[in-house]
């Protein structure tokens, strides 16, 4: 079941077209990532999905309903965390979350979401004196306080240092875990790797693709590689015999070996047969950076 339905999205401001033809679904119960550049149209394209904005051509159904014509409604299921979202400086944690509350029919119980969150400790604390990552996992539980069915989340760990950043995943996907659909919108490539089912590639206002990270990362058309010592003399001529082996190079004692396709398995196994360990094995991939530059042409997603 299609949560989020996006068709052919059009959007200008002037003369400049930010979204120019965007098309994806999300489905029930996934985390979905919009991934692109800055300046791409992800962040215009959620909010007219959100019902913050009016596209100008193209059709958007979130949870069966017109984000426009039925924004009321669709705000009572749907919660948002945007990237340029702020809070007054001298508002407490407690304070926000029972205001936010005030706005939904059936709302959580702030208390029992600042226990899951953690921020019940700083259920006092003024907005100013939290650290960026509570401050993130505040701007969670203001999404999840009307217990929406699904959420948006913009750029949420931005500015967020390695720890932080690693910590809110978690809180994503335990949000994911109770059942709720995320769309997670992001320019980082490990981010994305990490949390989404799926993930749609926005530049220049436009999808260039949809597919899971695995899938993008295959159509960079990048061989993997493995590099590893085997314990014991090693049986050239059937590895190459293998179909998913390209090249077999020898640095000194260590051997690399490339290809395509599920080349490790193949591989490992057949080490297995021959009874030799691949000891310091090391594995490289083509990833979400080589799939990016490959459909883009651009060199990062920033």
Known sequence: MAVIEVEHLHKRYGQVTAVRDVSFQVEQGEIFGIL?????GKTTTVECLSGLRQADGG???VLGLDPVRQRD???QVLGVQLQASGLPDKLRVREALELYASFYRQPADPVELMDRLGLAEKAGARYKKLSGGQQQRLAIALAMIGRPRAVVLDELTTGLDPHA???????VEQVRDTGVTVLLVTHFMEEAERLCDRVALIDRGEV???DTPAGLAARAGQRQRMRFRPSAPLPEEVLRALPEVAELIWHGAVVEISGTGNLVHAVTAQLARAQIIAADLRVEQASLDDAFIALTGHTDAD
């Open 36 to 40: 692109g550049p800055n300046g791409a």
């Open 59 to 61: 059709r958007v159904s």
């Open 73 to 75: 409604e669709l705000r």
């Open 165 to 171: 950043r690693r910590t809110t995943w978690e809180l």
């Open 208 to 210: 260039v693709a949809v």
